[in-house]
C-alpha cells in the first residue's frame, strides 16, 4: 500500500500552532505504527522564497502548489484571521485536487478558504467559535456549527481552533489506521486522542478553593476501570461522596455531559478497541464494555459510529 500523501499550504502570516499540528502529526516518521505512514509536504504560491508566519518567524516552502493536486489528503491551516483572501492559485489547486479524490481539511479559520473555494456550499462546517458568525455572514450557502470540535463529511473535514485541529488530525488517523494507532499517537503526544463534547468543554476547570475538593477526576478513573460492571449514577455519586442530585449537576460542570451519556461514550470507546485488538465474540465484547449482551451495544454502537460492531471489526482487524 502507497503512503498517504498530506500537503500543507503555507499561508502567509499563518499561525505558528495550527501549522505545526498536521506537521507533528503527519510529518514525524510513525513508520513503526505502520509502514504506510504519511508523506507530508509543505507548498507556497512562491516555492523557495521565504514567507513571514505569525510570531516573527519565517519559513521557506521547497515545493509549489503543484504539490496539491497530487495530495491524498489536504490540511489547510489556519489564517492569520477571518478576512484573509487566500491567492486564486491556491483555490483553484484545492477544487482540482478535490475533484481528483483528494481529501480536503481545514483547521480553525481555513475553513475560510474552503468556503472562498467554493468546498463548503451545501455542507456543515466548524470553525472557531470566535469567526462562526463571521463565516455564516460571509459564506451563507455554509451551514456553521459554532459548537463542534471538527465536522468529517467524508471528502470535507473541518474543525474548530487551536486543540480541535488536534483533535481532527487524530480523527483523520483512526480514520486511517484504527483506533489503536490514533490512541499510540496520542499517548505519544501526550494529548488524549477523542475528546467528546463540543466547543463549550475546553478542559477540566481549577480546583476549588477550600475542602480538599480536588474535582472529579478520581471517579472518572475508577469508572473506567470498572465499564464492565453495572454502573449507576447513584453508585457514582456514592463514590464521590456526594448526593445524586449534587453529583449530576457537578458533573456537567466539570464534564459538559450528563453521567450516563459519559459513560456510554466510554463503553463505546472500549468496545472499539477491543473489536480492533481482540478477536473475542461481539457478546463478549459487549460483556467487557459494559454493554451487557450484542444486541444491547449494537443499537447505541451502530449510532455513535455509523455502523455494527461486526462490520467495524471487518474494516479495521487486520487492516494495518
Known amino acids: 500500500m502507497a503512503r498517504i500523501r498530506v500537503v500543507v499550504p503555507v499561508l502567509d502570516e499563518c499561525p505558528l500552532f495550527e501549522l505545526a499540528v498536521p506537521c507533528e502529526v503527519f510529518g514525524r516518521d510513525r513508520s513503526d505504527l505502520s509502514p504506510d505512514w504519511y508523506e507530508l509536504t509543505l507548498c507556497h504560491s512562491a516555492a523557495g522564497e521565504q514567507k513571514s508566519l505569525a510570531g516573527g518567524l519565517w519559513l521557506r516552502a521547497s515545493r509549489g502548489l503543484d504539490a496539491i493536486v497530487r495530495a491524498d489528503l489536504v490540511v489547510v491551516p489556519a489564517c492569520v484571521d477571518g478576512g484573509y483572501e487566500p491567492p486564486e492559485a491556491l483555490l483553484t489547486a484545492l477544487v482540482e485536487a478535490h475533484a481528483r479524490g483528494a481529501r480536503i481539511a481545514s483547521l480553525c479559520s481555513g475553513a475560510f478558504v474552503l468556503a472562498a473555494a467554493g468546498l463548503l456550499d451545501g455542507r456543515e462546517a466548524a470553525t472557531h467559535w470566535m469567526h462562526a458568525d463571521e463565516l455564516r455572514q460571509r459564506y451563507p450557502q455554509v451551514t456553521v456549527n459554532p459548537r463542534a470540535l471538527y465536522i468529517d463529511e467524508g471528502d470535507i473535514l473541518t474543525s474548530a481552533g487551536t486543540a480541535a485541529g488536534i483533535d481532527l488530525c487524530l480523527h483523520i488517523v483512526r480514520?486511517?489506521?484504527?483506533?489503536?494507532?490514533?490512541?499510540?499517537?496520542?499517548?505519544?503526544?501526550?494529548?488524549?486522542?477523542?475528546?467528546?463534547?463540543?466547543?463549550?468543554?475546553?478542559?477540566?476547570?481549577?480546583?476549588?478553593?477550600?475542602?480538599?475538593?480536588?474535582?472529579?477526576?478520581?471517579?472518572?478513573?475508577?469508572?473506567?476501570?470498572?465499564?464492565?460492571?453495572?454502573?449507576?449514577?447513584?453508585?457514582?455519586?456514592?463514590?464521590?461522596?456526594?448526593?445524586?442530585?449534587?453529583?449530576?449537576?457537578?458533573?456537567?460542570?466539570?464534564?459538559?455531559?450528563?453521567?450516563?451519556?459519559?459513560?456510554?461514550?466510554?463503553?463505546?470507546?472500549?468496545?472499539?478497541?477491543?473489536?480492533?485488538?481482540?478477536?473475542?465474540?461481539?457478546?463478549?465484547?459487549?460483556?467487557?464494555?459494559?454493554?451487557?449482551?450484542?444486541?444491547?451495544?449494537?443499537?447505541?454502537?451502530?449510532?455513535?459510529?455509523?455502523?455494527?460492531?461486526?462490520?467495524?471489526?471487518?474494516?479495521?482487524?487486520?487492516s494495518h
Request: no cysteine.
Open 175 to 318: 480514520n486511517d489506521f484504527g483506533a489503536a494507532v490514533a490512541a499510540e499517537v496520542g499517548r505519544r503526544m501526550v494529548i488524549a486522542p477523542q475528546r467528546e463534547g463540543d466547543q463549550t468543554q475546553y478542559a477540566w476547570p481549577a480546583p476549588l478553593a477550600g475542602g480538599g475538593v480536588q474535582g472529579l477526576a478520581p471517579v472518572l478513573d475508577w469508572a473506567l476501570e470498572r465499564l464492565h460492571e453495572p454502573l449507576t449514577v447513584p453508585r457514582l455519586a456514592a463514590r464521590a461522596g456526594m448526593s445524586t442530585r449534587h453529583f449530576v449537576r457537578r458533573f456537567h460542570q466539570e464534564v459538559g455531559l450528563p453521567p450516563i451519556r459519559w459513560l456510554t461514550q466510554q463503553r463505546i470507546a472500549r468496545a472499539r478497541e477491543l473489536l480492533e485488538t481482540t478477536r473475542l465474540p461481539v457478546d463478549a465484547v459487549a460483556e467487557r464494555a459494559g454493554f451487557g449482551t450484542g444486541s444491547g451495544m449494537r443499537q447505541h454502537f451502530t449510532r455513535a459510529v455509523g455502523t455494527t460492531p461486526s462490520a467495524y471489526r471487518r474494516t479495521y482487524q487486520g
